[in-house]
């Protein structure tokens, strides 16, 4: 997979996830469609809380806690602060899907 990578060990619903900042490459390999924004999720460890929380290859993280999400970096940023509650808002085949885990 071509593009920068972060895994997320902090404490967030995105632990287990391997993501990359979106180009029309990683969009192409990925099968999405070119014009989205956001950072893609490439790869997700079994049995981590992205894996148990239902997080899947291909979903475009687009916002953590009402902040969008243009980068990797911008996604490390959000999800290294300690929350009770985490509202994320994902695009999954075309259609954005928003869930709130913790409380």
Do not use: C, M
């Not at 996830?17 to 469609?33: T, Y």
């Not at 014009?35 to 993280?61: K, M, N, W």
């Not at 602060?81 to 695009?91: A, G």
Request: glycine residues 12%; aromatic residues 4%.
């Amino acid at each position: 997979v071509a593009g920068y990578t972060v895994t997320y060990l902090g404490d967030s619903p995105l632990t287990g996830a391997k993501v990359g900042n979106l180009s029309p490459a990683l969009a192409d390999e990925l099968r999405l469609d070119a014009s989205a924004e956001g950072v893609a999720v490439l790869e997700i460890t079994q049995g981590s809380p992205a894996h148990r929380l239902g997080f899947q290859r291909g979903d475009i993280v687009v916002s953590i806690n009402e902040q969008n999400v243009a980068t990797s970096k911008e996604l490390e940023r959000l999800t290294g602060n300690v929350q009770r509650t985490w509202q994320i808002t994902i695009i999954r085949g075309g259609r954005q899907v928003s869930a709130t885990f913790g409380g």
